[in-house]
Protein backbone atom coordinates (compact mmCIF):
# COMPACT_ATOMS: atom_id res chain seq x y z
CA UNK A 1 0.00 0.00 0.00
CA UNK A 2 1.16 3.39 -0.80
CA UNK A 3 2.14 5.83 1.76
CA UNK A 4 0.69 8.70 -0.05
CA UNK A 5 -0.64 11.76 1.81
CA UNK A 6 -1.84 14.17 -1.21
CA UNK A 7 -4.29 17.47 -0.89
CA UNK A 8 -5.51 18.18 -3.67
CA UNK A 9 -7.96 20.66 -5.30
CA UNK A 10 -11.83 20.00 -4.66
CA UNK A 11 -12.62 21.72 -8.04
CA UNK A 12 -11.48 20.95 -11.33
CA UNK A 13 -12.58 24.46 -12.76
CA UNK A 14 -10.53 27.18 -10.80
CA UNK A 15 -7.73 28.90 -12.33
CA UNK A 16 -4.26 29.74 -11.33
CA UNK A 17 -4.79 32.53 -8.51
CA UNK A 18 -7.70 30.85 -6.92
CA UNK A 19 -6.04 27.66 -6.95
CA UNK A 20 -2.88 29.44 -4.63
CA UNK A 21 -5.64 30.88 -2.65
CA UNK A 22 -7.63 28.10 -1.55
CA UNK A 23 -4.22 26.39 -0.56
CA UNK A 24 -3.03 29.30 1.27
CA UNK A 25 -6.61 30.22 2.66
CA UNK A 26 -6.38 26.90 4.50
CA UNK A 27 -2.38 26.36 5.03
CA UNK A 28 -2.98 25.90 8.95
CA UNK A 29 -5.40 23.57 8.50
CA UNK A 30 -3.24 21.49 6.13
CA UNK A 31 -0.49 21.72 8.47
CA UNK A 32 -2.26 20.91 11.49
CA UNK A 33 -3.81 18.01 9.77
CA UNK A 34 -0.51 16.52 7.88
CA UNK A 35 1.15 16.71 11.45
CA UNK A 36 -2.23 14.75 13.25
CA UNK A 37 -2.87 11.79 10.58
CA UNK A 38 -0.57 9.23 10.70
CA UNK A 39 -1.64 7.03 7.95
CA UNK A 40 -2.23 7.33 4.33
CA UNK A 41 -4.94 10.07 3.04
CA UNK A 42 -6.11 12.56 0.45
CA UNK A 43 -8.19 15.41 1.40
CA UNK A 44 -10.08 17.88 -1.09
CA UNK A 45 -8.96 21.57 -0.33
CA UNK A 46 -12.12 23.82 -0.75
CA UNK A 47 -13.67 27.42 -0.22
CA UNK A 48 -15.08 25.37 2.82
CA UNK A 49 -12.09 23.87 3.89
CA UNK A 50 -11.24 20.48 4.10
CA UNK A 51 -12.97 17.25 3.43
CA UNK A 52 -11.20 13.57 3.37
CA UNK A 53 -11.67 12.08 0.53
CA UNK A 54 -12.67 7.86 0.93
CA UNK A 55 -9.53 5.99 -1.21
CA UNK A 56 -10.07 2.29 -1.86
CA UNK A 57 -7.24 0.27 -2.35
CA UNK A 58 -6.49 -1.56 -4.34
CA UNK A 59 -9.24 -0.87 -7.17
CA UNK A 60 -11.21 -3.63 -7.60
CA UNK A 61 -10.11 -5.11 -11.68
CA UNK A 62 -7.16 -3.05 -11.68
CA UNK A 63 -3.68 -4.55 -12.93
CA UNK A 64 -1.38 -5.13 -9.76
Known sequence: MSGAR???LAKANVVGREMAALFLDNEEQIITTARRVNE???FAVGQNGLRRAR???PIDGADH
Do not use: K, L, T
Request: glycine content about 0%; charged content about 10%.
Open 6 to 8: IFA
Open 40 to 42: PFV
Open 55 to 57: VRY
